[in-house]
């Protein structure tokens, strides 16, 4: 079975630019999560669909950042304007929610701003 | 607010030596707990999860992990370890808010194995 896949895996770009990062979840699954990982801040969850509708995005930090679902196969998280502060690794999970739920995460993207 | 606590940053042991990675929790009801293992440059790979039942959870790759209630503590254990299980590990409290897990995480411990 093919897992969460997450492309770009690296991405570099300039401050101020617009970064798209990618998420196909595994089929059958109904909840998408995306992460980000930082030295600071460990692992902390920015957003949360569940059947392709956001469910909580308290995580989200700020108006730069929105992320989107259009269907039950793909993600993006865009980044605009993008700044130095946000070079981190985003991990993309998905799960079928229900009472024992199980996230199984991508590979990661790792992004860095200049 | 829920919160994991590893206190260990870094762990280096012996190949074929034991291993006990410590974490503990902080959360109100039964908590779901779960251990993931993050390989250098990769995702995070689940190792065991914890929802109720028999409090020893066993794991992929020999791991096992006990929840002892009284301690507030899920301690991921291994009788042998190898080389390859130099990584990060992250232990992982799921709280649900609405009906989903949002899974909490400690800060990780880095383990490194000497041959």
């Known amino acids: 079975d093919a897992g969460v896949i997450q492309s770009p895996r690296h991405e570099v770009t300039e401050m101020g630019q617009e970064v798209t990062l990618r998420c196909k979840p595994i089929s059958g699954h109904n909840s998408l999560f995306w992460y980000r990982q930082t030295m600071m801040r460990g692992l902390e969850l920015l957003i949360y669909f569940n059947n392709n509708v956001p469910i909580d995005d308290s995580g989200m930090p700020e108006d730069r950042f929105s992320a989107k679902m259009p269907n039950a196969s793909f993600s993006t998280l865009k980044i605009q304007p993008s700044e130095p502060r946000d070079s981190a690794v985003y991990f993309c999970?998905?799960?079928?929610?229900?009472?024992?739920?199980?996230?199984?995460f991508g590979p990661g993207t790792r992004l860095l701003v200049l | 607010a829920q919160s994991v606590t590893q206190p260990d940053i870094h762990i280096t042991v012996s190949e074929g030596a034991s291993l006990e990675l410590r974490c503990n929790y902080s959360y109100g009801a039964t908590p779901y707990l779960f251990w993931y293992v993050q390989s250098p440059g990769q995702g995070l790979q689940l190792l065991l999860k914890y929802f109720s039942g028999d409090t020893l959870v066993q794991g992929i790759k020999g791991f096992e992990a006990e929840f002892k209630r009284s301690q507030s503590s899920f301690n991921l254990r291994k009788p042998s370890v190898h080389w390859s299980d130099a990584a990060e590990y992250f232990c992982?409290?799921?709280?649900?808010?609405?009906?989903?897990?949002?899974?909490?995480f400690g800060a990780g411990t880095r383990l490194a194995v000497h041959p």
């Open positions: 999970a998905s799960s079928f929610s229900g009472y024992q739920e199980t996230q199984y």
């Open positions: 992982a409290v799921g709280e649900r808010p609405g009906g989903y897990n949002k899974l909490i």
